[in-house]
């Protein structure tokens, strides 16, 4: 078993491609159902990331297997013949280094944004929560959460950090004379509504109303707690809107231009922002034919986010020689783990093919190993991964799976 991954990101695809290979919460049970079925034995443990730059698939399971999960996955998901050129595949420690490279926003579109980790470790939780996610991929994550705090405090990638909710916030200051007294409308109530909603209040804008499919509160501070609108009353919201910002998870658009073009005719033709943070999008891409409407998407996002990019450039830079100083550092503790759950394997299958004496018999023995192998036929090849193990590991693991 090895660490794997593949995926599409904005380096490989554009968003109207990226937008229909997406993992998250509305199919993560039948992503789950689906890897199970298709690879059974084939995969120890996964899980998937799906923001607004990527969707990644990260894998430890029999060597050389990515190229054909990629595959079924977008057969599974209907996107084959889009995305399939685009896919990029990663192993052992390219696939480690990677992932401490998107978990430390050094190869987000807007380098050096922070809130992708956040990101990162919800994706982690969700899939250990569907019981696929642990063992030597768990320790491995956890690792990876390691190395990039050490990122984000060690180099300066974090002084000053971007967000999507910072630049859609840079974007309403370079639109709006007075942002202060625009009405601005949320479309959802996400971790990325959430964000926006809190980075607005803080620089001062408060008239704000929140929409979504089920009422929820939202809890900014102590000062700021907002009730969510039904998101059938969409249509009467966005005529006094001057800023619209939807993320809401959606297959397809739920605001198009048609609804946009009947609002700006009630409003006598005065300007709204309209600002798209869904991968896929919320908004039709041809509300931009309209005159006075200002359509932004995450694609627009680079754009936006120059400042001081050539400081943050010399700082993901650091970045990423400190994370290669810390992945030769933790090489030889992930060969430990493979070696051991490769003995455990072995270990499980012995104890499967012997009856209940003999086990006893080993779990008695100052000598487990020797017992073992006056059991086990002794030219068995299987024998000799577990030469190396100590009697009291291998006393621990034949115990550990009885118990299991």
């Known amino acids: ?38 690879f059974q034995s084939s995969i120890e443990s996964f899980f998937a990331l799906s923001t607004c730059n990527r969707t990644e698939v990260y894998l430890y399971a029999e060597p050389l297997i990515a190229k054909q999960v990629m595959d079924q996955t977008a057969e599974f998901l209907g996107c084959s013949s889009v995305v399939e050129k685009d896919f990029y595949i990663l192993e052992g420690v390219d696939a ?4 401490c490279s998107v978990a430390s926003g050094l190869d987000s ?15 982690i939780q969700s899939f250990v929560e569907l019981d696929v996610l642990d063992s030597t991929l768990k320790r491995i994550t956890d690792e990876i959460i390691s190395i ?127 600002i798209d943070l869904g991968v896929p999008r919320n908004i039709e891409d041809q509300v931009r034919e309209l005159e006075n409407a200002y359509l932004f998407t995450i694609e627009d996002m680079e754009f936006v986010s120059q ?41 499980s299958e012995f104890c499967f093919e012997m009856d209940e004496e003999d086990i006893k018999s080993i779990l008695k023995s100052d000598e487990p190993f020797l017992k073992l192998k006056c059991i086990i036929d002794k030219s068995d090849d299987r024998l000799k991964y577990l030469s190396n193990l100590g009697s009291h590991e291998i006393l621990s693991m034949i115990k550990e799976i009885n118990r299991a």
């Open 1 to 38: 078993m090895e660490l794997q991954l593949f995926g599409i990101n904005h380096k490989t695809t554009r968003l109207s491609q990226r937008e229909l290979f997406i993992i998250n919460d509305s199919n993560q049970e039948d992503f789950k159902n689906f890897i199970l079925t298709a």
């Open 96 to 99: 480690i280094e990677h992932m």
């Open 109 to 123: 579109q807007v380098l050096g944004e922070h809130e992708i980790l956040g990101q990162f470790k919800k994706s």
């Open 148 to 274: 990039t705090k050490a990122v984000r405090t060690q180099t300066k990638i974090g002084h000053n950090p971007l967000s999507i909710s910072g630049l859609s916030y840079k974007i309403v200051k370079e639109l709006f004379e007075d942002p202060l007294k625009q009405q601005v409308t949320i479309v959802g109530a996400g971790q990325n509504a959430f964000n926006v909603i809190e980075n607005f209040y803080n620089n001062g804008i408060t008239n704000i109303s929140a929409l979504n499919r089920s009422r929820k509160t939202i809890e900014i501070s102590q000062s700021l707690s907002l009730k969510t609108i039904s998101l059938n009353q969409l249509n009467l919201f966005i005529q006094r809107t001057d800023i619209l910002v939807a993320s809401i998870s959606t297959s397809l658009p739920i605001i198009g231009k048609g609804l946009i073009e009947q609002s700006l005719r009630a409003r006598k033709n005065k300007p709204m922002l309209l």
């Open 307 to 347: 400042d001081n990019l050539e400081e943050r450039n010399e700082e993901a830079i650091k970045g990423l020689k400190l994370i290669k100083e810390k992945i030769k550092l933790f090489e030889p503790q992930i060969l430990e783990w493979k070696d051991r759950n490769k003995a455990y394997k072995l270990l």
